[in-house]
């Protein structure tokens, strides 16, 4: 069956673009995708992924106009992870040359979040690896939350600190932590395979813990890993019926040294349909560009966001991204403004950005990059920068945990 008869209403050929169109406007009326119809949207030829993106796009105006949230990663605690995670830089046995601390102190991880905030944030996400935290991790990052909150009120707080325990919830709400973030990652289907030492329920029900306690639940997934198509749509349905607030989609980045090296299964007309997938069957919900999505959307960057109302600015927690001031232009060259900021021309924040000179964190010996960047791994040396000229994951060199500023 072609995509024209799964999805649409008009059964001629070369009539996609009303099939699309029509589906969206059964899913702006209350229709639910079925997992045909979301097969079929990832079955779409690249010569109407577009025709798919203005679609789908229609429900991301109906319910986000044409603003972009801007969302700021602080790692507060970087490797040391006990967990065996195949995509992860972090992970156990991981070889990958990242930077490795333990927790940033209060006053930097606050300094940290607040470079971001200038930058036109209006979500710090606070970020540590590990299984789960301790009930003196969750005090710890409760005070950095308060004394962010105290600073920035206006600013909502996310946290991802693991698989919690019983009351941590409570604790973090009671800090004034607006939102948890934890992935499913992946299908149930597929998860022994990415994991073996948690399971794939143990993260339902973090997120089933954060929401009842009273946290907007953010849970996201991680795409080119070899999974089937059956399994993205699995995986996006399963987020569906989490009835997550926002869903970030992360885009493998393949790190020398984790057991996914080497793994290159998306192109960007592929991911520009995943994304399209996750908005019709969400069409309400936050939906974020994340990890990955400069080395694999490459120059349709600006194009996902006709489906996209979220992006995280700069860096992430152990890779480079796109320089912030380009985010910030590439929000303003597509037509869109910054939410919290819609008086502003991205562009002019970007511009703020370029004359701006904050106060550098406290100094933590940075190792070398071990990437041919050199030892201060600048954006400007040689093979670095997203992409690295090669399409290689860039290591992180720069903000929370090193005395170089941050890409924000």
């Known amino acids: 069956m072609t995509v024209t008869q799964t ?13 699309f169109a029509g589906l969206a406007a059964r899913v702006a009326a209350g229709h639910r995708i079925t997992a045909a119809e979301a097969l079929a949207i990832l079955d779409t030829p690249d010569a109407q992924t577009l025709e798919l993106v203005a679609a789908a796009g229609t429900l991301r105006r109906a319910h986000f106009a044409n603003t972009v949230k801007v969302n700021y990663l602080v790692n507060l605690k970087s ?27 209060p006053d930097e991880a606050v300094h940290q979040a607040g470079l971001g905030i200038a930058g036109g944030a209006s979500r710090v996400c606070m970020v540590a690896s590990g299984k789960g935290p301790s009930n003196r991790d969750v005090d710890r990052v409760a005070t ?14 996310c946290a991802c600190l693991g698989i919690l325990k019983e009351g941590q919830a409570q604790r973090l709400r009671q800090a004034g932590t607006d939102a948890y973030n934890h992935n499913l990652n992946t299908a149930e289907s597929l998860y022994p395979e990415i994991c073996s030492t948690h399971t794939y329920q143990e993260r339902v029900d973090t997120v089933g813990a954060a929401k009842d306690a009273g946290l907007s639940p953010c849970s996201g997934l991680i795409v080119g890993m070899g999974e089937s198509p059956e399994q993205v749509v699995e ?3 399963a987020l569906r019926e989490l009835d997550a607030d926002s869903i970030p989609v992360n885009f493998l ?3 020398d040294g984790t057991p996914l090296a080497g793994t290159w299964h998306l192109t960007p007309m592929a991911c520009l349909r995943i994304l399209a997938l996750v908005r019709m069957a969400c069409p309400a919900t936050e939906l974020r ?9 490459r120059s349709l960057q600006s194009t996902a966001l006709a489906v996209a109302n979220s992006l995280f600015l700069g860096d992430y927690l152990t890779s480079e991204g796109q320089d912030a001031r380009r985010d910030l232009e590439m929000i303003s060259d597509a037509g869109y403004v910054v939410l919290g900021q819609e008086d502003i021309d991205p562009a002019e924040l970007a511009a703020r950005l370029r004359h701006r000179s904050d106060a550098a964190p406290a ?5 070398a990059c071990g990437t041919g960047c050199g030892s201060g791994c600048g954006s400007a040396a040689q093979g670095c920068g997203p992409m690295g000229g090669s399409g290689e994951p860039v290591l992180r060199r720069r903000g929370a945990g090193t005395p170089e500023s941050p890409n924000a």
């Open 7 to 19: 999805i649409g209403n008009s059964h001629q050929p070369g009539n996609e673009a009303a099939g």
């Open 79 to 105: 490797g040391l992870c006990p967990e065996d995670c195949t995509y992860c830089s972090q992970r156990l046995g991981s070889k990958a040359e990242i930077l490795k601390y333990t927790w940033l102190k």
């Open 289 to 297: 560009m994340a990890g990955g999505r400069e080395m694999h959307l």
């Open 363 to 367: 100094p933590v010996e940075a190792p």
């Open 253 to 255: 980045m393949p790190f």
């Open 235 to 237: 995986a996006v349905f």
């Open 144 to 157: 950095m939350i308060e004394q962010i909150k105290e600073e920035h009120p206006q600013v909502e707080v």
